[in-house]
């Protein structure tokens, strides 16, 4: 691995001193799980590693009025296995058994998926078919960044390079809502083929209020089909309308193909997974469970 | 660039060990090169393969994807832990060699550490033969087809229940 300058401060302003010092030449390191094996495969040589992992401050997960909020030294397994999250984001709930292994889980982080921004991972289409914040700083001070402006091209954030994404943080959850994950590797726990973050929001007269389709593996970036969630806003949530979701889905992605798989294989698939995800979710919104 | 160098102190299977490494290396390196505990194996060096795994603070870590820095201050066992004090086969080894897990075996120690913390996990009733799969899904062996390794750890869990209820 390519030597470089390790650092590890106590707390974030040591941190984005440490950033707004070395600028370009400086990379985070949290979990590593990312990281790591870029570093291994000299795929990237920063000189400096700002190790957060130790800072107290980043390391809790907060259920408040706010929302579920997850700060950037927290592991996917603190998450996962947290008894809160099933309730406060079951959305990030039923992604996790989907990241990687045990063994990353333990020691990856949340943050640290998001931060990556690699357009192939679950955490990243979850934050924005959840309408997540991204929570921000640097010396200068703190700002909030929709998901939605925050993932901008492959392995690209809008975080500028003096910057620590310190929380994310998922509005609290709307009632009679549900939630899915699902996708398609070529073993479990790869990165995805193709993947899918659903959100269907069902109102009073049963009929959908708000769906939310986030592909993964399906573009430089997550992306949300609003022309198919259109499609559903309005209607009974039934075979029939994911059906038609599904359809506008397969016609209107433009997904990536590489040796791994075709882009029409990858359309297809998005397709059928939109079927799959919709019923679970608007079952999880009906039936009173996350 | 002169070598970034820090020091480093943690346990590995119980021994206290104070170093100083540079910042630049993996903790599967320190474990084999520098305490000569090649039992942990490195094969992809990736994070794909499982064949680093070794418990920090008892949970399944790959020691390929972290450098040794970030084990600071933390408990390690490697497969070299699994064994009783006189050289034999501890219960969850000798359980995988009953059911002839392995044939080259260099997957072996990986597999060993993620079962291992597998069982050590503080629950009523042992884990089930889907969620063993589940659990050994991130360790790769290219010889055995998998079944004879869930095998031998449904017999290390069902040989542990048995003397948990005995």
Request: overall charge negative; glycine content about 10%; some cysteine.
């Amino acid at each position: 691995m390519p030597a470089f300058c390790y650092h590890r401060p106590a707390t974030v302003e040591e941190a984005v001193g440490l950033l707004a010092e070395y600028g370009s030449d400086a990379k985070v390191l949290a979990g590593g799980q990312s990281l790591v094996p870029l570093l291994a495969l000299r795929l990237s040589h920063p000189e400096h590693l700002v190790d957060i992992g130790r800072i107290d401050g980043l390391a809790a997960v907060d259920d408040g009025p706010a929302g579920f909020t997850v700060g950037a030294a927290v592991r996917h397994a603190d998450v996962e296995l947290s008894p809160v999250t099933g309730r406060a984001a079951p959305l990030v709930a039923a992604a996790m058994p989907h990241i990687g292994h045990r063994a990353i889980r333990n020691r990856g982080t949340v943050c640290g998926s998001l931060a990556h921004a690699d357009p192939a991972a679950e955490l990243p289409a979850v934050a924005l078919a959840a309408d997540a914040e991204m929570v921000v700083r640097s010396a200068s001070g703190e700002r909030t960044i929709p998901a939605a402006d925050f993932f901008l091209g492959y392995l690209t954030s809008a975080l500028d390079e003096t910057e620590l994404l310190t929380a994310v943080r998922f509005p609290s959850w709307p009632r009679s809502t549900g939630g899915s994950v699902a996708e398609v590797s070529r073993r479990h726990g790869d990165y995805a083929l193709v993947g899918l973050a659903a959100v269907v929001g069902v109102g009073d007269g049963g009929r959908v209020e708000r769906a939310a389709l986030s592909f993964f593996g399906a573009g430089a970036t997550p992306v949300r089909v609003t022309e198919a969630e259109q499609v559903l806003v309005g209607e009974h949530p039934d075979p029939a309308a994911f059906a038609e979701a599904a359809d506008v889905v397969t016609k209107s992605i433009e997904p990536p193909g590489d040796n791994h798989a075709t882009a029409a294989y990858r359309a297809h698939v998005a397709g059928v997974l939109t079927r799959r995800c919709l019923a679970e979710a608007a079952g999880r919104a009906t039936g009173g469970g996350a | 660039m002169t070598a970034d160098r820090h020091p480093l102190s943690m346990t590995v299977n119980g021994n206290r060990i104070d170093l100083v490494v540079e910042s630049r290396r993996t903790l599967a390196e320190i474990l084999r090169e520098d305490l000569g505990l090649t039992g942990t194996h490195l094969a992809c060096e990736h994070g794909v393969c499982g064949a680093c795994t070794v418990a920090l603070d008892g949970k399944a870590v790959r020691s390929c994807l972290m450098l040794a820095l970030q084990a600071d201050g933390g408990a390690i066992e490697t497969v070299e832990s699994l064994c009783d004090d006189d050289g034999a086969l501890g219960p969850l080894q000798q359980a995988m060699a009953d059911s002839h897990s392995f044939q080259c075996a260099f997957c072996a120690p990986g597999f060993l550490m993620t079962a291992h913390c597998l069982l050590a996990e503080d629950r009523d009733i042992g884990p089930t033969r889907d969620e063993i799969r589940e659990e050994l899904s991130g360790n790769l062996c290219r010889c055995t087809g998998y079944q004879s390794i869930v095998d031998g750890v449904e017999r290390a869990v069902t040989a542990l229940v048995e003397a948990r209820n005995a």
